[in-house]
């Protein structure tokens, strides 16, 4: 499956933050998207999640047009927020057959390294990288074809973080993916193709040094 995204344009006030940007999403494809802090990488995803109204935007799946509004419904675009979205009094094994409905897949969570050893508490009492995390397994293992991140490494211990990328790399092939976090070594290492988010356009980048080149990491300008 294609997503396409053309000439998205996104204003805050006077403060435009994306500027006519177009990207691409192939099933089969992980995408990253690096910016500075406040660069629009949230509100990229809002938009195509349909939790956010561009000024303007042609968006489409296979060429037909996409109303982001109909995502939930459609479970086309599987999206983790910066900020929790659980319910806090569930016990995380009550949770997970309410967010999944496929056997299978709950099981994929449920036998996930760890959380075995969490899945008896609520999820007001879990730390917030194991929520994240949780919050990342949850997602990741729905059926929807694309799949957004949005810092998905953040608060997380490292072993986690080797976790989700197995399991970015896992999915890698049956979904299209996009992921932006400030881990940009770790999310490098999943993408198979880049881009940097500079004065609300997309620019594609190529090598590590482009980050630099971008103003994305310090050096050379
Ligand atoms: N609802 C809103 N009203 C006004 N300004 C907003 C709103 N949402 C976001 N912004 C502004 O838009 C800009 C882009 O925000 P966004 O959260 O998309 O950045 P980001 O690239 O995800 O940053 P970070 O790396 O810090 O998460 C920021 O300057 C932010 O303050």
Not at 77 to 84: D, E, G, M, T, V
Request: charged share 20%; net charge positive.
């Amino acid at each position: 499956m294609l997503l396409e995204v053309k000439k998205i344009e996104k204003n805050f006030g006077t403060r435009a933050i994306l500027k006519q940007g177009s990207l691409e999403l192939r099933t089969g494809e992980t995408v990253g998207i690096f910016g500075r802090n406040g660069a629009g990488k949230s509100t990229l995803m809002k938009i195509l999640f349909g939790t956010m109204r561009a000024n303007a935007s042609s968006l489409y799946i296979d060429s037909i047009p996409f109303n982001p509004s109909t995502n939930i419904a459609g479970k086309l675009i599987a999206y983790l927020p910066q900020h929790s979205f659980l319910p806090r009094g569930l016990k995380v094994r009550d949770l997970i057959p309410l967010i999944i409905s496929d056997g299978e897949r709950q099981n994929q969570v449920f036998y996930s390294p760890g959380v075995a050893s969490f899945d008896n508490q609520r999820i007001g009492s879990l730390s917030l990288g194991i929520l994240k995390y949780l919050e990342f397994l949850l997602l990741a293992y729905l059926d929807h074809p694309f799949l957004m991140l949005d810092e998905p490494f953040s608060m997380i211990d490292p072993l986690y973080h080797e976790i989700i990328k197995k399991v970015i790399l896992s999915l890698r092939a049956s979904k299209g993916i996009l992921v932006t976090d400030h881990y940009y070594d770790t999310v490098w290492d999943v993408t198979t193709r880049n881009y940097v988010l500079v004065d609300g356009s997309l620019s594609l980048i190529k090598a590590k040094d482009d980050l630099s080149t971008y103003g994305y990491l310090p050096g050379r300008k």
